[in-house]
């Protein structure tokens, strides 16, 4: 899904429009991945850069970017690494679920110093890092300095966009795969056309010529869900539609979506979204009024 997400188009107008406006790096990046995100971005770090080329430097963010992830859980945390400069992650969430955090930093909040400098050069030499000194002080006050109430702002356009690819998510997961097996989409074809009516893993494999098992294992497959959370996810998008009717009632739209019942419509609308329909579409008035 990460990656589904980076290859959209909403994400790479975004990620190009932020790069230009702000100068910083962005990643989009899956929980518990283990790399350095910046590395190699067009506008990583200069210092960054040269203290990736150390094991301990590399190490040491690494496990910054381990911490800042654990404390960003449900808010977007920033944490300070060895030399003073800013890492921060903003949660991306698909319903209850935590998939991957939008990261950028390597920014300072005031301007570089000598001090700071000096304890930095005093912390690498301490792990025994070979460095050029020279090198590594000109990178350092290459660094992008930003007031503590612009870098805010940044985080909050973060978070913002955040919300933007948490609904967009459930949109990919629903949508066509061009590569997909035909039995695949063929069966999507039929889904979105019974999707009002009661449903059965079963009538669905009949329809498309093939054994239960074999369609449950193929469907899973292609679209990374199952049956059952697929039809949940094509129907919650059917209500989300129904709810730009504000003379709708959430109920109607439940049931004209092909739910069976209330109870059921809200558990799976909250797993789905993060939220319930009430407070979805409290949230889309309000938008809407704006």
């Known amino acids: 899904m990460v990656e589904r997400l980076k290859k959209s188009q909403i994400f790479r107008d975004y990620e190009k429009a932020f790069r230009e406006t702000t100068g910083l790096p962005l990643n989009l990046r899956a929980t518990e991945a283990f790399d350095l995100p910046f590395h190699h971005d067009p506008n990583e770090n200069p210092f960054c850069a040269l203290m990736a ?25 920033t944490l300070k690494c060895f030399a003073g400069l800013c890492d921060s992650a903003v949660p ?42 020279k090198r590594m002080e000109e990178a350092y006050y290459q660094t992008r300095v930003l007031e503590k109430k612009q870098y805010e702002a940044v985080l909050r356009l973060l978070s913002i966009f955040s919300q933007h690819l948490s609904s967009l998510s459930n949109q990919l997961m629903v949508a066509a795969e061009k590569v997909e097996p035909p039995m695949v989409a063929k069966a999507k074809v039929f889904i979105l056309q019974h999707q009002d009516e009661e449903m059965s893993l079963r009538q669905v494999a009949s329809a498309v010529n093939t054994s239960a098992f074999y369609f449950c294992k193929m469907f899973k497959q292609a679209t990374g869900l199952t049956f059952t959370e697929y039809l949940a996810r094509v129907r919650v998008e059917k209500v989300k539609n129904l709810l730009q009717n504000p003379h709708k009632r959430i109920s109607e739209a439940a049931f004209e979506a092909g739910f069976q019942s209330l109870s059921q419509f809200n558990r799976v609308f909250k797993k789905v979204e993060g939220e319930s329909p009430t407070v979805w579409r409290e949230k889309l008035q309000r938008t809407t009024a704006a």
Request: aromatic fraction near 4%; hydrophobic fraction near 35%.
């Open 53 to 77: 080329k150390t094991n301990h430097s590399c190490a040491a963010c690494l496990q910054l970017q381990k911490k800042v992830e654990e404390q960003a859980q449900l808010e977007p945390k």
């Open 92 to 133: 991306v969430r698909v319903g209850e679920n935590l998939i991957a955090f939008l990261q950028t930093g390597q920014v300072l909040l005031h301007q570089p110093s000598q001090r700071e400098f000096k304890a930095a050069t005093r912390e690498l030499l301490k792990w025994g890092t070979e460095v050029d000194l």
